[in-house]
């Protein structure tokens, strides 16, 4: 067995042709090598490898900046180690501002072809399995803004207020999948997850302003805010989410999973007021979970929007572009619809 199929192994993916491909574009023969005895120490590696100890520090940096090597200290490189997960060298090797410069398209298409051949149906597997979603969506501040019973969970601006230290790195789902079509820079990163990317130059730090900013961006593109399900602001990362690439949506939605295995809904759901509604589709063409469609109401001759209330999640991006006011939320879910708890992420 190979450095790079051992690898692939350490991630449940040993014979898989295809994740051998992903670590093959990420990683020189050496680099595999040493991917491979982390989190030994460089001298050790120089000896084993019979290589320079300035040798062997300067491809453990530059394993860093590929997001193949997560150090304990992001500054000296020491304690570092491969990625624990199929998921977090995704998210590390692809969320960055140079991956592009660095590998062109090869990694992208790498990472697909083994995500929609092997990863995502088992992804859906694990996911299908669970009792309680990890993720949960956060509503569009905008959309419930002044509204009664709002908690610190709720508002997606406590979770900025809350963060030590916030990062923007682009998307590493709408990379991968090339959908760049709405804001790429959109997946926010706190504390030391926002360390990680700054240091490592994968993406930029935030202030509060600049990152409510992002916020508001999003929403008017129609993402979706997905935050850990747990009553904590504390958390490393928050994704903005579509239904067309989203690693936590779309193998569900291929492999006929229900969405709610991973995501929560939030607290709240819309409204629609039929008397206000002008059939302009908008709402429509904005909802990431088809919980609207058109269809006719008695004494009007134009079609209106219908909710779906099974299939409405709460996000309120619906409310935000809805010009004759039509659309609200309202509050139906306790506080204890949030879990006390932080969920465990499935063995994907």
């Given at each position: 067995m190979n450095a790079y199929e051992a690898l692939a192994q350490k991630h449940g993916y040993g014979g898989s042709a295809r994740y051998r491909k992903v670590?093959?574009?990420?990683?020189?023969?050496?680099?595999?090598?040493?991917?491979?005895?982390l989190p030994a120490q460089p001298e050790d590696l120089a000896a084993k490898l019979k290589v320079g100890v300035d040798k062997v520090k300067a491809e453990i940096k530059d394993m860093f900046r590929k997001g193949v090597a997560i150090p304990r200290n992001f500054e000296t490189m020491e304690g570092a180690r491969f990625p624990r997960s199929v998921t977090q060298l995704h998210d590390a090797s692809e969320a960055s501002y140079f991956v592009q410069d660095l590998f062109g398209d090869r990694l992208f298409q790498a990472w697909e072809d083994f995500s929609q051949k092997e990863w995502y149906p088992r992804y859906a597997q694990e996911y299908a399995k669970r009792d309680q979603p990890f993720d949960r969506v956060i509503p569009a501040y905008k959309a419930i803004q002044g509204m009664a019973g709002v908690t610190q969970f709720d508002d997606i601006r406590e979770v900025l207020k809350a963060a030590s230290l916030i990062a923007t790195v682009p998307c590493s789902c709408r990379n991968q999948a090339r959908k760049l079509d709405v804001i790429l820079d959109s997946c926010l990163q706190f504390g030391r997850s926002g360390e990680y990317a700054i240091v490592r130059q994968s993406g930029r730090k935030l202030s509060y302003e600049e990152a409510l900013d992002i916020i508001d961006q999003v929403e008017d593109h129609g993402q979706v805010h997905m935050f850990v399900n747990a009553q904590m602001l504390s958390y490393g990362v928050m994704c903005n989410c579509t239904n067309?690439?989203?690693?936590?949506?779309?193998?569900?939605l291929q492999h006929g999973v229900p969405v709610n295995k991973r995501a929560a809904k939030s607290r709240f759901e819309a409204a629609i007021d039929q008397e206000l509604c002008d059939g302009c589709q908008v709402c429509v063409d904005r909802c990431q979970f088809d919980a609207i469609t058109m269809g006719k109401v008695a004494g009007s001759k134009r079609l209106k929007a219908q909710l779906d209330m099974e299939k409405c999640w709460g996000c309120g991006v619906c409310v935000l572009k809805c010009a004759p006011e039509a659309i609200s939320m309202k509050l139906v879910r306790p506080l204890e619809h949030i879990p006390k708890e932080r969920p465990a992420p499935a063995p994907a």
């Open positions: 670590m093959e574009t990420l990683l020189t023969p050496i680099q595999a090598q040493i991917a491979l005895e067309d690439a989203c690693i936590a949506w779309t193998p569900l």
